[in-house]
């Protein structure tokens, strides 16, 4: 097994991590707000697969994936649809945090990590999650889809990064998706990979991360065995 953590002598300082099927188990609702909009476009909805698929990325990144040629009326209109839904839908799935998403946070603390988030949600879309999960102010630095180009440019997590005043070497990034991981080596950010998310593990294992983690559980777990051992 690679080893998570930095070489000796270089700690561990900040741990970033995506939003949307990483720590919050969200993608049947981004699915279902996806074709909400489309229907409030007229628009045949994509299948649920081509759906999926694109959660991670900047809401208008993900139109005109799912809509090739899709011009600027339509993408901001789809935009502005979807998040609506996605804010105020009482009729959307619920999105609960993953199990242990606290404990790992906590680990990480103790440890003096400090925690960041890199993810396609608005600004307004994190910090209604943030609220409604107990976890505003967990977070030192976090950086959201609509106010920097969408992954898998590394701009969102450099901006982090650099909020932080962290060595990229001493930073990881934790995502569910090809595009979180994507971002992280265009930043040239060690990566790590969890399986309970929108890709498959042999989609992520062959972004290369150190390690594609079951679930968050088994990130802890690995995390755990990583740590070098305390001297006598």
Do not use: N
């Not at 299948?47 to 994936?65: F, K, T, Y």
């Not at 969408?150 to 595009?179: F, N, T």
């Not at 994507?182 to 498959?200: E, P, T």
């Not at 972004?207 to 690995?222: C, F, G, I, Q, S």
């Amino acid at each position: 097994m690679k080893p998570l953590l930095p070489p000796e002598g270089g700690a561990l300082r900040l741990v970033v991590f995506d939003w949307d099927g990483t720590l919050m188990d969200s993608p049947q609702r981004i699915v279902h707000c996806l074709q909400r909009a489309c229907a409030a476009l007229g628009r045949e909805a994509p299948a649920e697969s081509a759906l999926r698929d694109i959660i991670g990325l900047g809401v208008e990144a993900a139109v005109q994936r799912l809509f090739p040629g899709a011009d600027t009326a339509f993408v901001g209109a789809f935009a502005t649809a979807y998040r609506q839904c996605y804010l105020g839908a009482t009729d959307a799935p619920e999105t609960p945090l993953f199990p242990h998403v606290e404990p790992l946070l906590d680990w990480l603390d103790e440890r003096g990590v400090l925690l960041g988030v890199a993810t396609g949600k608005s600004r307004a879309g994190l910090d209604q999650a943030l609220e409604a999960t107990g976890l505003k102010g967990r977070f030192v630095a976090t950086a959201c889809g609509d106010e920097h180009p969408s992954k898998p440019s590394p701009v969102m997590l450099e901006r982090v990064i650099a909020r932080c005043g962290v060595e990229r070497s001493r930073a990881r990034m934790v995502g569910d998706s090809v595009y979180d991981l994507q971002m992280a080596r265009a930043a040239g950010v060690a990566s790590l990979a969890v399986a309970h998310g929108v890709h498959d593990h042999r989609r992520l294992i062959d972004e290369r991360p150190l390690a594609v983690a079951r679930d968050l559980k088994d990130l802890l777990d690995r995390l755990r065995q990583s740590e070098p051992l305390p001297e006598d």
